[in-house]
């Protein structure tokens, strides 16, 4: 009768999955062993005390830290992989980091498999792919003139090239957008509240839930000084849901028209022009 109900109840719409996400923060442990096939020296440490050879800023004076670690089945259903999220060693377009991607060979030795500039991989959250694959939902951010981005987006690792100079499009879901900072006369405000895997339809599949909250106004900022503090804009809480497909996410029918309200807020939500 247990397992029934545990049945029943797994497959009841907006269940609520594992609540945390999948990547963590390293052990020093961990950290040596995984940059031991990454830094030229200081893999002992935790941190590579040189630049890389493969980064944007090799062989410059400077230090490149492993700030968290996803573990999965990346590229094909057989072979252990670490994603690894690097800050350092890259410019401010690059997002000042990158992710590596290892294999783990055998029982001795994790080996460099292919870096990703501008790749932030530190809050991301394993979903299964076709073929038995494993493909990630990570959060991202990124800030300049001051605006802050803060976006969802997909990667699929067996997708992109080693070293590519452009960041690829990483499918992203949508970038919310808080211009409170910019010294405009108005502004958007939105954050992203949570995300979370659910059950949304029958299939075996985890889904997606996000909560958000958007509003847009008059800032009080005298955008020619900047003087003044853009503290009285309200916003409201939006619910979006993505079912997925072991592919892609896609909206539901509801969350469509919340994403067209999203867009009066911020006309760039479902991403910039070329």
């Not at 792919?129 to 300049?144: D, I, Q, S, V």
């Not at 909206?251 to 070329?274: E, I």
Request: proline content about 4%; charged content about 20%; hydrophobic content about 35%.
């Amino acid at each position: 009768m247990k397992r029934v109900l545990l049945l029943i109840l797994s497959l009841c719409s907006g269940l609520a999955l594992a609540a945390s996400h999948s990547s963590q923060a390293p052990t020093a442990k961990q950290a040596r062993e995984l940059l031991a096939s990454v830094c030229r020296s200081g893999a002992t440490t935790g941190t590579c005390k040189t630049c890389p050879d493969f980064v944007g800023e090799a062989g410059f004076e400077g230090t490149m830290t492993l700030e968290a670690v996803t573990y999965g089945r990346f590229l094909n259903n057989t072979d252990t992989y670490a994603l690894l999220d690097l800050s350092g060693c890259e410019a401010h377009a690059n997002n000042f980091g990158g992710s590596v991607l290892l294999q783990w060979r055998g029982l001795t030795r994790w080996d460099f498999v292919k870096y990703l500039p501008g790749l932030r991989s530190g809050d991301c959250q394993k979903y299964p792919a076709a073929g038995g694959r494993e493909t990630l939902l990570c959060e991202g951010g990124y800030m300049g003139m001051g605006i802050v981005d803060t976006s969802l987006f997909q990667v699929d690792l067996a997708r992109y090239p080693a070293g590519t100079s452009d960041k690829p499009d990483y499918g992203t879901l949508f970038i919310l957008e808080d211009s409170t900072a910019a010294c405009l006369s108005t502004a958007t405000v939105q954050s992203l509240e949570s995300w979370e895997q659910v059950k949304l339809n029958g299939d075996a599949l985890p889904d997606l839930r996000v909560k958000v909250r958007s509003g847009f106004g008059k800032t009080g900022v005298n955008p020619d000084s900047c003087d003044g503090t853009a503290s009285n804009i309200s916003t409201r809480p939006y619910t979006l849901d993505y079912t997925f497909d072991g592919k892609k996410f896609t909206p539901t029918q509801a969350t469509r028209a919340v994403l067209r309200q999203l867009l009066k807020d911020n006309p760039y939500l479902l991403g910039y022009p070329n």
